[in-house]
Structures are given as C-alpha cells and as structure tokens.
C-alpha cells in the first residue's frame, strides 16, 4: 500500500511517498524551503507562501515521485481547470503535468487540512483535490500537530503515557497521548509560539531570519557579559506558555544598552535562549511528574535547538526520549504519511469534494 502525502501547512512545501507491508518505508521526501522568500519580513508572509507552494508543489510532486520510481510517461489528463479556477499558475502546471505523466501507483492521497495558516493549507488542498480527481484515488486529511508526534511515536514505539512538547515558529503545545488514538492539549501559548520568540528577538537583536539558529550559533560564542531575561510563567500551575512578555523585555534590554558590542549580543544571544529552553524544558517535566509519563517527544523547529536537546536527555533518566531528527522535527510529509496510514481506517477517507482547510483544526 503506497500513500502520496502533501504538506503545505506554512512555508515547506513537502511531498513524500511511503510504502506500507510489514514495515514502513519512505520511497521519497521532497521539501522546497521558502525562508529566502520570506527572510526580508523576520517571518512567514502568508500571501507570499501560497504564491509560492502554488508555484512550488507540481516541480516538488515530479521529484518525489521520479524519486519513488514512480514517474511514467504517459497521459493522466482530465480538467482540473475547475477545480483551480483560483489558482490559474498552479492549473496552468498541473495541467500539462498530467498530460506528460499518467497515474502513479499510489494507493491513497494525504493532505494537511490544519492547523496552519489559512493560504498555504488551500493550496496544498486544492491541489489534492485536482489529484484525486485526476487520478481518482481517496484522500486521507491529516492534522498537522497531531503528525509530529503521532509519526514519532508510531515509529519509534513510545509507552504509554507519552508527553510531546511541540514548539516552532507557528506552535507551542504540551500534549499527553495516554494511547496512539487518545491525546490531549494540556497546555499551549497564550500569545507568540516559542520559535517566534526566537525569530522577533533575534531581529531585535540584528540576526538573520530565521532567528533560532541564529541565536543558537551566537550563544557557543564565550563572552564574560552576564544579562538577565525574565521566565514568563515557568511557575505557574498550569501546562500554559507566554513569548511575548520575554520578546519585549529582549526589546528593551536591548534598547537601553548604550555599548552593543560583539560581547553584549553574545551574552543576549545566550540568555535568550537560556530564558526559552528553560521555561519549555521545565514545564515539559512537570507534566512528565504529574502524569507518571513514559515517553517525551520533543518535536517542531525548535526541537533543531542543541541546547535544549542536551537538557531534555540530562532531566530524562528512565524515560524514553524521541528526540526526532532534523528531517522529521521541522514540518515534513513523511509524518503526515505515517499518520494517513495509521488513521485510514478509522477516519473515514474522504471524498476530495468535501475536504476543507480548518486553520484551528483541534486533534481531538
Ligand atoms: O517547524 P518549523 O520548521 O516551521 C514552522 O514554524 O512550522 O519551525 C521553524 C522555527 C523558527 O521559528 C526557527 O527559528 C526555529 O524553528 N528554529 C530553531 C532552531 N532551528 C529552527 N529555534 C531554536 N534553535 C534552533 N536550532
Ligand atoms: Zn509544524
């Protein structure tokens, strides 16, 4: 059974292709990274990244499926036009796609219908639903959040219960999966995710976009400097998080610094990244305690983070740890594949007609 997945929920353009018998296996992962196209805003243009992934999926298609050996030449034509009335580059490509290649051999399609922002999750959709017609195979949507740790945990065989700890530039959410088919958001952000936090304080302080690695690679420098950022909320009682009150005291740390020497920004650099891995690492922990968790996933852009990465395997003694790597971390289709194959069958498989982007999709 071969599943063709496509995630287009933010600024990667992603295409894979899995292969399920005894085991799983990826035949093919292609992801178009936009973060040139978006570097001049410190973060995701909307209206630029549905430009873009509607220029980007059918080149991104082609690759990974000649990637998979699956690349016929052929006729699979039928007229989408319909279809992409609202996207006539995208029609325009797929349509003479579809007249130089015919049906792969794919079983099913997967698409992410949310959450994610509303532009980029309808050219993803769009084009699968011109897919499905063309080539008349069933959809499986899938969740986005619910796929970077559902996929992690499906592969790697996490016990039950499981804490995942999700933050990138988009979310920050603290989940407890009791089983594969039982998760609750115990906690989320309350205002900036955790990789923006990174992102605006990084422009802040003069560094590229995207600013997490930025920071990162900043904070190995040595510097004697000592600066103080606040911990919003690493106290508290519950499972929730707060960015923006840490961005706003980096902006005026920043502002009132008169000397902003190499040595300075180093030294926000490093607490700037201390501040945010702190604050995740510890409210991480406090779940694993209060729910007897035997497995932590750390997962999303952030998780790339080495720092945090090194905290999470100093706290997690007797627990099993699925640190993710880079490939699987930031958004990908493979994770949205594993979870279509996991979910076809209790997720009614849709009818391309009725599949609709839900940009505060809930994973339960
Ligand atoms: O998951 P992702 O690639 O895309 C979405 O936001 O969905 O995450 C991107 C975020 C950005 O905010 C970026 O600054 C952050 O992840 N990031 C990092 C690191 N690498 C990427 N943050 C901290 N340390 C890193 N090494
Ligand atoms: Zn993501």
């Avoid at 906690?187 to 802040?204: L, P, Q, V, Y």
């Avoid at 699925?322 to 949205?336: C, E, H, R």
């Amino acid at each position: 059974m071969k599943i063709l997945a496509i995630e287009t929920s933010c600024d990667d353009t992603c295409v894979s292709i899995m292969e399920e018998g005894e085991d799983i296996r990826f035949l093919s992962s292609v992801i178009s990274s936009q973060v040139e196209v978006h570097r001049q805003w410190g973060g995701v243009y909307p209206t630029l990244a549905k430009r873009e992934h509607q220029r980007n999926l059918v080149p991104v298609l082609k690759k990974a499926l000649k990637e998979a050996g699956l690349l016929k030449e052929g006729n699979s034509q039928k007229d989408v036009s319909k279809i992409l009335e609202r996207e006539k580059e995208l029609s325009k490509k797929l349509s003479s796609f579809l007249s130089s290649y015919s049906k792969p051999d794919v079983d099913f399609l997967a698409v992410t219908v949310g959450p994610g922002l509303d532009p980029s999750l309808w050219a993803g959709i769009n084009f699968t639903k011109a897919l499905a017609f063309a080539w008349d195979i069933p959809v499986i949507p899938v969740n986005h959040i619910k796929a970077h740790f559902l996929a992690p945990l499906i592969l790697e065989g996490g016990k039950f219960p499981a804490v995942s700890m999700l933050a990138s530039g988009g979310h920050t959410q603290l989940i407890v999966s009791e089983s594969l088919d039982d998760h609750r958001v115990i906690g989320k952000t309350r205002d900036d995710a955790a990789g923006e936090c990174f992102d605006k304080s990084a422009r802040i302080i003069g560094l590229d976009y995207p600013g997490g690695p930025e920071i990162a690679k900043l904070a190995k420098k040595e510097t004697d400097r000592k600066v103080k950022l606040p911990r919003p909320m690493i106290g508290t009682d519950d499972y929730d998080f707060s960015f923006s009150g840490l961005k706003t005291a980096v902006l005026y740390t920043w502002r009132n610094e008169k000397d902003k020497s190499e040595e300075f920004k180093i030294a926000m650099a490093k607490e700037i990244q201390e501040a945010i891995t702190e604050v995740l690492i510890e409210k991480t922990f406090k779940a694993v305690d209060e729910f007897g968790a035997k497995t932590v996933i750390i997962g999303g852009g952030v998780s790339a983070n080495l720092n945090l990465r090194e905290k999470v395997k100093n706290r997690a003694d007797d627990l099993k740890i699925i640190l993710p790597g880079f490939d699987f971390s930031t958004d990908n289709a493979k994770m949205i594949a594993v979870t279509a194959a996991y979910e076809k069958d209790k997720t009614k498989t849709l009818n391309w007609k009725t599949l609709k982007a839900d940009p505060n999709l809930k994973i339960n």
